[in-house]
């Protein structure tokens, strides 16, 4: 009787303790797993942003290529792993994808992802082999669908990576224009993955004819160079001409001293440099008190002494003062007839005899014209203010501003030779084209940080020759449009065009600190040749201007003066 009721007593006891435990007391043992996916990657070409890992189609985790990544708080049981975002040329080795994956409470599941990428690209050898004479230059340019170009040397080798299979063009560009090129470009080339595709080259030079015409420059000389590098002694220029190969070279200047940048006459019989005078043979060297500027025919000059315009023989003689209310910036029209001047800050216009004196200008917004210029066809007159671009019927009439700047100055507009443009510097270092309805306003090879000065137009029209601004720098060639900016040579202040276009004359710095000597080359750099210092005791030579195989146009008669 006692037992039984003992019994009973434990029994409620449990109970009771039973009816009293905490309802929010952590279970006996664990509910969840975890899962650690590694990734590892073998192979070329491998991504670089990795791949990613979700599980149960849940949110995808990045991982890296070869990486690994853990998963906690799963249920136990069977779930699903993917690995997913692979590249293109990457697979998953193995076993299925996605992946099924046991997680057992309280354990660690592992799951390892073997993937192997394959190369989608391919490599392309590039070998060029240069005979034959006059070869111009010792380096070319081969690029890949129009991509920036990869050197190569005239006889070597060049290897491009990373091509995408599957066809592609390939240029070399740099050949001379007396070198052949075979197979031409562009050459159509087929890239397979994996494999380097080899390309031969053959380019066949031809002797080149000898650069004629006549070219004239200023030599320096009575200075020289001491142990570090600094000049010595006083420099002093001379005025000198000599054929473009470098033969008969003729001092002009009677002594030596500061001359300006020199200037045909439009028949190629005189020299000017500034106010000195000369025959292209060195004989009857006269000085003039102001800048000349030829007749079309070469036989008269304009002239701006004490601030009125002058004109005489092409020889010297018979002087006439033509106005006698003041003028400067004369400007004879194409046939000759009248001269264009400026006056007051307005434009003027006269028959070439001083009469029938027409403002052109006076009644307009035109303040501090300046420098008129004629047309190639003689109908219209450009001209420049400080501040402003103009361009005006050869009577005065449909005033045209074609730049307007904030501020800062308009150098002197020069025509291009079929009319249709202008190209012009603006503060300094600055060059524009515009068309002269003012439409297609380009600024030139912005890409140079140092800007650019004495622009010039190839014989065609289609290419202007710049030099890089502040006198030291390179020559550099671009398109009338101003695409295809190139830089040819290290040289000294301007450079200038054959009269056929088939050659610019520079004063070029070879290297190694040395200083300009007169020298040719192609319009696409290549063919670089000394023509001479001319004075044996020269130190440098530069200003170069081609004698003219026909009438110059009114720009480039027009003698500019700088500094150096």
């Known amino acids: 009787m006692n037992a039984t009721r003992t019994f009973a007593g434990l029994v409620g006891l449990w109970a009771l303790a039973a009816g009293c435990r905490d309802s929010t007391a952590p279970s006996l043992g664990p509910t969840t797993g975890t899962v650690q996916v590694s990734v590892t990657t073998t192979g070329v070409e491998l991504p670089t942003n990795g791949y990613s890992v979700a599980v149960d189609s849940g949110a995808g985790h990045a991982i ?16 699903s792993v993917l690995l997913a975002a692979l590249a293109s040329n990457c697979g998953a080795v193995g076993a299925a994808n996605p992946r099924s994956v046991e997680v057992v409470a309280g354990d660690t599941a592992r799951v390892a992802f073997a993937v192997t990428c394959v190369a989608t690209t391919g490599s392309l050898v590039v070998t060029v082999s240069t005979t034959g004479a006059d070869l111009g230059s010792d380096a070319y340019s081969v690029s890949v669908d129009g991509a920036a170009g990869h050197a190569l040397p005239a006889n070597g080798a060049v290897t491009i990576t990373g091509l995408r299979a599957g066809g592609h063009n390939i240029s070399l560009s740099g050949v001379a224009t007396n070198c052949t090129a075979s197979p031409a470009s562009p050459i159509s080339v087929t890239i397979t993955a994996a494999v380097s595709t080899r390309l031969d080259v053959v380019v066949t030079c031809v002797q080149t004819a000898p650069r004629t015409g006549r070219i004239a420059f200023i030599s320096e000389s009575g200075c020289g160079i001491d142990d570090v590098g600094n000049i010595v002694g006083t420099c002093l220029e001379d005025i000198y001409v000599v054929n473009a190969d470098g033969s008969n ?3 002009l200047s009677t002594t030596s001293g500061y001359y300006a940048s020199p200037v045909w006459s439009p028949t190629g019989t005189q020299v000017a440099s500034g106010g000195y ?3 292209a043979d060195g004989s009857n060297p006269y ?10 025919d070469g036989a008269r000059i304009a002239f701006s002494n004490s ?9 010297g003689t018979n002087p006439a003062q033509l106005t006698s209310d003041g003028g400067i910036t004369p400007a004879w029209s194409r046939d000759g007839a009248r001269i264009a001047f400026s006056n007051s800050g307005q434009i003027y216009l006269m028959n070439a005899d001083g009469t029938n004196v027409t403002p052109l200008t ?10 008129p210029i004629w047309s190639p066809d003689g109908a219209k007159i450009a001209f420049h203010t400080y501040g402003q671009m103009y361009v005006m019927n050869a009577d005065g009439t449909n005033l045209v501003r074609l730049f307007n700047p904030t ?3 308009v150098g002197e507009p020069i025509w291009s030779p079929d009319g249709t443009k202008l190209v012009f510097s603006y503060s300094s270092n600055q060059i524009y084209v515009v068309n002269v309805d003012g439409t297609n306003l380009i600024r030139l090879g912005t890409s140079e940080p140092s800007g650019f000065e004495e622009p010039a137009w190839s014989p065609d029209g289609t290419r202007i020759v710049l030099t890089t601004y502040l006198v030291w720098g390179y020559v550099y060639v671009v398109n009338a449009d101003g695409s295809n900016l190139h830089k040819l040579a290290p040289a000294y202040r301007r450079a200038t065009w054959s009269p056929d276009g088939t050659a610019i004359a520079l004063g070029a710095a070879y290297g190694g ?21 001319c004075d044996p005791y020269a130190l440098m030579s530069y200003d170069p201007a081609w004698r003219p195989l026909r009438p110059a146009t009114q720009a480039a008669a027009v003698n500019r003066t700088r500094g150096h």
């Open 277 to 279: 005078i000369v025959n």
């Open 307 to 315: 601030g009125q315009i002058h004109v005489m023989n092409a020889d």
């Open 287 to 296: 000085w003039l008190p102001g800048t000349p500027v030829w007749s079309p």
């Open 249 to 251: 070279p003729v001092r």
């Open 513 to 533: 600190g040395s200083f300009p000597t007169m020298s040719t080359m192609n319009p696409d750099g290549t063919g670089l040749a000394r023509v001479c210092n």
């Open 64 to 79: 890296p290529v070869n990486g690994t990544m853990t998963f906690t708080g799963l249920s136990a049981g069977s779930h």
């Open 362 to 371: 006076a009644n307009s917004e035109v303040v501090d014209a300046w420098g």
């Open 407 to 409: 501020a800062s100055f």
